[in-house]
């Protein structure tokens, strides 16, 4: 069966480098999942890089690729961020940030030369990655008595589902992640089991 509930993202921080006529371009690559991550690793590049001249970056968030953003960080217009992005986009990636410092060589580029240097520390960086395919899944709690539990495992023993949370008494909980695209079924399945109620959480 294919599944259309899973990205692809970089599993761990890595470091990239171009160079070219003196100047020198360190890119660096993170797995990141909000805004405010972002953020923190941008301030703490800026500090180890307080002498660079620029820190260009863009990032990609979701699974729908529809949140990004990109920065030129006072290069020429479109030279930096948007062939950062076009690396991340050509991998087919998201929940990443890319960032290139430049130290400038003493001579200019011009804006072809800056693009291709934006582009080519992005596809180190990328080069140097390893690219993971994460599952977008959903979280269920499931709430039901105890005489309810060989029929609920049985259920979850099925879609190969393992328990993240328990708790056993004469009134039981669990919570399990579900794959996105299987949520709907195992819910049906679930809620069809006498005392037994599974709510799911969207938000997860």
């Known amino acids: 069966m294919e599944y259309k509930d899973t990205f692809k993202t970089i599993q761990a921080p890595v470091e990239g480098i171009y160079k070219e006529k ?11 999942s909000s805004d405010q991550q972002i953020k923190e690793i941008l301030t703490q590049l800026k500090k180890e890089h307080h002498s660079a001249r620029h820190h260009c970056f863009a990032w990609r968030l979701g699974p729908d690729n529809h949140s990004f953003r990109l920065n030129d960080d006072g290069e020429p217009s479109g030279t930096a961020g948007r062939p ?14 890319i960032v290139v410092v430049r130290y400038f060589g003493g ?18 960086v990328l080069n140097n990655s390893i690219i993971i ?4 899944t959903n979280l269920i709690e499931i ?48 809620n069809k089991i006498e005392n037994v109620n599974a709510l799911i959480n969207l938000d997860k």
């Open 143 to 190: 709430n039901f008595d105890y005489l309810a539990m060989n029929e609920l495992m049985h259920v979850l023993k099925d879609f190969g589902i393992e328990i993240t949370e328990s708790h056993f008494d004469l009134k039981c909980r669990v919570k399990i992640m579900v794959r996105k695209e299987l949520a709907a079924t195992v819910m049906e399945k679930l």
């Open 133 to 136: 395919v994460k599952i977008i």
């Open 22 to 32: 003196g100047s020198k371009f360190l890119a660096y690559a993170f797995p990141v």
């Open 84 to 97: 950062i992005l076009g690396q991340i986009q050509h991998q087919e990636l998201t929940d990443i940030l």
């Open 107 to 124: 001579i200019l580029l011009g804006t072809s030369g800056l693009t291709n240097a934006y582009k080519l520390a992005a596809a180190d």
